[in-house]
C-alpha cells in the first residue's frame, strides 16, 4: 500500500467516528492513564481487576452511563494499540463491579426539564425588543416547533429554508443519530397566533438581521448587529438558560434540551401518535419517545382521578 493510501485509509477510519465521540475517547483514555499513573500502574499493562478498581473510584462522583463510556473508550485504546482489552464486560470482575455500582447508584439519567407550551408563551412575554429579542424569538420557536437539538439549530443555514403555503421545511443535513447525513425535512407549520408563530418569527428575524444566505442563527455584537459567525450549540444553551431565567425560571432546571423533550411531552400530551413525534423529532428510538409520553400522559385517563377524593 503506497503512503497515499495509506493516509487515505486513516483519514477514513478517523471519520468512522463523530468528532465528539473521537474526543470523548481521547479524554477518557487520558483519565484513566492518569489514575493508573497516580496507582503506579503502566496504563497499557492495566489487568481486569485494576480497571474494576478505577470504577469503584469513580462510582461516587459518577453516572453508571459515564463508566460504561469510559469502558468502551479504554478498549478502544488497546483495541488500537494491537492488544486485548481488560475492560471487556467479559471480564467478571469488571462486569459485575459495573453491575453492582448500577444496582447501588442507580441509573435514573438526570434530565433537564421540557418546556411546555405555556412556559414558551411566558419565556417569549420576557423577551427584549432589541435585535438580540428578535432573533431569540424565532430561536426558541424553531427549536420547540421542531423538537431539534442545539447541534441541528446551529447548522441551519438559509438554504436550508424552504417556504411553503402551510408554513416552512427545514432540512437537517446532518444530525446525532444520522451520521452519514441522509437528511431529513422537518415541517414548521404556521402558529395559530403571530406573537407564537414560528414561521413569521424567521421572517422577522432574517428581515431585522437582514440575512439572505449562510447560517440562519448568528451571534449579535454589542453594538447591535448581527454577526457572519453561525451560533454555537453550546451557546444556545446559554442562551436558553438565559431567557428562562428573565421570565423566572430556574436556569439550573432548563438547558438546550428542554426545547426538544418539551416539544415531544407537550405533543404527546395533545395527542400526537408516537410515530408522527418521531418524523418530526427525528428520533430513532421508540423507547426515548415513549419516555416522553409517559412524562406527558400521567394526568391523562389517570385512575387515582376516580376514587372521589
Not at 431569540?136 to 438554504?159: M, T
Not at 415541517?187 to 422577522?204: D, N, Y
Not at 416539544?263 to 416522553?292: C, D, F, K, P, W
Amino acid at each position: 500500500m503506497t503512503g497515499e493510501a495509506a493516509e487515505k485509509v486513516r483519514e477514513y477510519i478517523g471519520a468512522a467516528k463523530a468528532a465528539n465521540t473521537r474526543r470523548a475517547y481521547q479524554s477518557d483514555w487520558h483519565h484513566f492513564a492518569s489514575w493508573c499513573e497516580v496507582n503506579g500502574v503502566e496504563p497499557l499493562r492495566a489487568e481486569p481487576q485494576t480497571v474494576a478498581l478505577y470504577l469503584a473510584s469513580l462510582a461516587d462522583s459518577h453516572r453508571a452511563s459515564t463508566l460504561t463510556r469510559r469502558l468502551s473508550s479504554i478498549t478502544k485504546a488497546f483495541q488500537t494499540a494491537g492488544l486485548g482489552s481488560p475492560a471487556s464486560l467479559e471480564h467478571a470482575v469488571v462486569g459485575e463491579t459495573l453491575k453492582g455500582i448500577r444496582r447501588v447508584k442507580g441509573i435514573a439519567p438526570v434530565t433537564k426539564a421540557p418546556l411546555l407550551t405555556d412556559d414558551i408563551r411566558k419565556v417569549l412575554a420576557a423577551l427584549p425588543a432589541d435585535l438580540s429579542g428578535v432573533r431569540d424569538r424565532a430561536l426558541i420557536l424553531v427549536g420547540f416547533a421542531g423538537g431539534f437539538r442545539r447541534s441541528e439549530l446551529a447548522e441551519i443555514d438559509v438554504r436550508d429554508l424552504r417556504e411553503r403555503s402551510e408554513g416552512l421545511t427545514i432540512r437537517v443535513r446532518r444530525s446525532k443519530t444520522d451520521p452519514e447525513a441522509e437528511g431529513r425535512n422537518v415541517a414548521i407549520p404556521f402558529g395559530e397566533s403571530e406573537e407564537t408563530c414560528p414561521v413569521r418569527a424567521v421572517a422577522a428575524w432574517r428581515e431585522a438581521a437582514a440575512i439572505v444566505e449562510g447560517p440562519l442563527f448568528r451571534g449579535v455584537t454589542r453594538q447591535g448587529h448581527a454577526s457572519q459567525s453561525r451560533l454555537h450549540p453550546d451557546s444556545i444553551g446559554q442562551i436558553i438558560k438565559r431567557m428562562v431565567a428573565e421570565a423566572g425560571f430556574d436556569p439550573a432546571s432548563y438547558a438546550g434540551h428542554s426545547l426538544r423533550a418539551g416539544m415531544a411531552t407537550q405533543a404527546s400530551m395533545n395527542g400526537a401518535s408516537e410515530l408522527a413525534i418521531m418524523r418530526q423529532t427525528g428520533h430513532r428510538s421508540v423507547a426515548m419517545v415513549r419516555r416522553y409520553i409517559r412524562e406527558g400522559s400521567l394526568f391523562r385517563d389517570n385512575p387515582a382521578a376516580r376514587l372521589g377524593l
